[in-house]
């Protein structure tokens, strides 16, 4: 049998002298994606590194305007963190409705950007707040991982470290899960950011999020929510979809009541 | 840091439910191995190994977690509680209890995930709402109770709620709502599941499966997989053939219209000239553990040229041929009925509806997947299996006839508790038939337990049907012909009962609760290349049912008539019963409007616009549907299946054993897999003998414990089974009566028993059972002529069916800008004759219609056209009901008697999955206006919206 091996690094110092022998390692975050598809046979891999035990990757703080979260947070740690919930509530109570409990107890936010970042119910919020990743490599915007194709999202080694957000005014998240699969199948984050500026973003499957700019425009003419037209919003969706958005978009933009 | 040496395993440190272990584990072992195999804790199951069924969840550092998603290396230091963990010794915690006293479990399998998951919910919110319990429970799959029980469980223990003084178990007898004996051993984590079973020195197996859906085997590479290190053997169809083994085959044979028996169809253990559907497989790897024996199978490629292939009945004879002697793919060609007078009867009809319909293909599911340990003795010439079956007897005669080197009487089959069947666990599968046989080749014993995948691509489906459904009224919309004309997709081989369900499970029952003058059915069955078809909870009758009643209701619209008066003016009345059918069947008695009314009633049908109106100022479409079923159940007076082309009886056994201290040993033929026969059965002869609970204990699933029996399905453990028990109580009480004479020095016909003693008619003399039993094992003062011991065997052959029958009313709105259908009400009324305990029946109907509401909101397996490939093989792409569909379920019953067996039930296991799809759908219908083909996804709901938006405000 071929020598498989574990590491489980306290540091990233200590990572980056693993991956310099065994570049072509496997990350194991929460596992929550990842370990089925080893079990399965899906993905294989000779050697495994697990993030969980990486200092810098912990960690949740607000500093110079942005909070901070460290990649290896838990979706639990997210959502019940007082930094979050008291300067992003919007990104606690998203977190709190991702999968289901068990997932969120072990699923981190690193993980979720690492697998499936488009199926993520961070991506919209992300690319809305203007979030940045920060990895061993490398700083970025958080909207560009979402458009890039899966193969050249991370270089070889490349380890996300953490997520630093912009701090709307407020937000408002509203999602249809997918029926099966329970990741959102169509969702909706609109908020406005401290400038005033809205952002309107429509998440759809695996599609990465989209803003929707023509609607963002109208509210910040002060349209009302009842005039605002549509008719070019939503013109790539298929009609069922346009609706679904349309109607969470509605739910969501009815919902920021007492949040302004 | 930690890092481990070029070693392919190296050591933990868990602390299991306060234990501290030193564990060898691979990198890529996952918690729930290590603690299944290593910590040989089995409490913690297995069931879809991808993070969606929450089977396996456990709690780490205080916290849920799914043991698929955590390495075991990531667990390193960690505490860990396990199901096993959670209760004091044996005594059930405020939880576990209160899943208990709700009857929150049925199979088990789902249950220790999920009181780990409902632990999770109540540390987080002690007071969760309503609304909290569903979202705390979404990860986890229950395929049996529906949830209702589950959340009602939950918010008990939540509160606290102890049960009442004095409620605990005082009557065990018939109709009391006894908690099942079964119970805590599932909730501590001690049920024992096939997978669970360790025998020494056994291998692993894997099967390589075909990736196409259609081709001739051109070759079969095994060198790669021989390679790898911890390889015992590969084998493939050339194996097979040289040792002999037969082929599996249908166990009812179908004639066609023009006297032809069926064609084609019979299955090898593994695949030798041709590939028919993706999944089957073609070779089989044996391993010194399972992960070398999956890598291995993934390793073997297959050779081929594709043949054209098809996967929708419809265009069966669009693939070349599965079978050489089979044209058109067709496998039979069977009418049932009077065609001619159907015909008439619809030229001369004042009204005629016509509908195309699809019954949809399912899935069924069972939480636990299927497994078997192969384990020849060649010393002895004597075998074991361990399958995950429904009716292990079966299982045992015909996989010993399919073997040929080991005789039935030889061969012990054990079917030990099971997560689940609804059906699929009836039949034979090539898989635990090639551990069998792989054992006496490699000389140890075989395991093999399936992924979810493999469940997915290999267990048997359900339903799958394309209908022509034609109904004919007169003046007075009286139904005076019913022609069906069905396609129904067989799948790639015929699996056990296969030919049966689509035609003497289906065309006799056509006629449901009305008197339709004449009926005729023809049925087309075909082989395509998909998964084989066979029954699935309900199986013939869902179909029937959903036929039948979508008709009714679509001529009750195009005459513009209510469709509960269409209904009503058809119904068989109960001075016509006996009530000849024009399908053969002849019901013996039933009152279909009781409980038509009492389902109206309870659905609060009458002001039923009111709440439409009100839904429609809240931009909602209400509407509101009803479906009436009768249904065949207690399967079945042999005579009649023999008839019918079956090539078994279907009677069922039982075997009563005193023993000599007085205490009960109940052996069944049948078999439990969530059913509750260990209660069910008790209470029988609780009452019978006047017995506690505690002296009674059921035995079944093991051949060499049971007497020879027919299994568990269509509805028939209690009237058949429990009737085999009662017929053979009489028997005890006969010979306890001969005792008691001789002790009471009296004349046998001077002596009755009655609450647990032998007593002098009108007098005062009596013994005691205790007494009859020990003098029965001590036979010093003893009838000369009567021979010692206690025990006595019966089988029950019914002369008829029963006929449990009901009303199903559904209440539905959607959201014509989401598509999302919600039930907001849903009543069930159903007549089950004499119910033993209504704890269970209500449990059994709960969990059925939620099935049912799988059917018809959001279960499909589907297989692309182009490709052959399954779209659906995962949870990730087939959608089940969860704990946050509401189902808003109220039961109740209704009652006519049952003569045809003397416990006088009917069956209750499949009424749910037969009258709920119709319901769920007419009411669909109601609500927009549109009739939508199963599944009503949001995405169909919204497009029939769409036409009719103009009927709408603008939302």
Redesign the interface.
Known sequence: ???????????LD?ARV?LSRKPDATF?A???WL??K????EIQ?K??V?L??ISELRGISFEAGRVHIGASETH?TISTSPIVQEHAPILAEIAAQI?????R??GTIGGALGSEPRRSDYSGPLSALDASLVTTTRTRAASELFTTERSARFQPGEILINISIALPTWGRFEK?PH????YADVAVFICQTADGAWRVMAMLHDHAPQRIVNIEDQLLAGTQQDALDWSNALATLS??DA??I??LFNRAHEGRTGLI | ??????????SVTLTVNGVQRQISS???T?LFDTLRDEVRLTGTLVGC????C?AC?IE?DG????A????T??A?EAEIKTIEGVSEGDVLDTLQAAFRRNHALQCGYCTPGMVM?AR??LR?NPDPSETDIRE?L???LCRCTGYENIIRAVKDAAEAIQPPAGAAASDTGIGAPVERVEDKRFLTGHGRYCADIQLPGQCFAAFARAPVPHAEIAGIDTSNALK???VISVLTGEDVAADQIGELRCGWTVYSRDGDAMKGGARPILAREKVRFVGEAFAMVLAESEA?A??AA?AISLQYQTVPHNVLPEQAGSASHLFADAPENTCFDWLFGDEFGANRAIENAAHVTRKDLRNNRLIPNALEPRAAIGDYTPASGTATLYPTSQNPHMARKIIAETMGFVGEHNLRVISPDLGGGFGSKIFIYPEECACLWASRRVGRPVKWVA?R?ESFLCDAHGRDHVSTATLALDEDHRFTALKVETVANLGAYLSSFAAFVPTYLYGTRLAGPYKTETIACAVRGVFTNTAPVDAYRGAGRPEATYLIETLVDAAARELAIDPVELRRRNLIQPSDFPYQTPVALEYDIGDYEAHLQRGLELADHANFETRRKAAAARGKLRGIGTSLYVEACGIAPSAVAGALGADVGLWESALLRFTPSGRLQVFTGSHSHGQGHETTFAQLVSSHFSLPLEHISVFHGDTDQTPVGMGTYGSRSLAVGGSAILKAADKIVEKGILIAAHILDLAPDEIRFEDGEFRQTGRNAFVSLKDIVHAAYVPHNYPEDLEPGLEASAFFDPLNFTYPSGTHVCEVES?P????IDIVAFTAVDDFGKVVNPLIVEGQVQGGIVQGMGQAL?EEGVYDPETGQPVTSS??????PRASLRANVQTETTYTPCDNNPVGSKGCGESGAIGAPPAVMNAITDALGVRLEMPA???KV??AC?QIRGALEDV
């Open positions: 049998m071929s020598s498989l091996q574990f590491s489980r690094p306290e540091s200590d693993i194991v929460g596992g929550q370990v089925p080893l079990k399965s046979g891999s050697q495994i697990s969980d035990q639990r999968g289901d409990p068990a997932t107890n072990r249809i029926t099966a699969a329970n009609p069922f609706s679904r349309r109607t | 840091m930690s890092e481990h040496g070029s070693s392919s395993s190296s691979a990198a890529v996952a190994l991808s993070a969606r929450g969840t780490l916290q849920s977690a799914k698929c998603t955590v390495l290396h990531q390193d998951s999770e919910l987080q705390g979404k990860g986890n790898m290190p911890g070398t999956r890598a993934r992924t995948e959201d800008r989401t598509g999302h959001m949870y990730q792409t087939y959608t089940l996804t949001p995405e919204w497009q769409q």
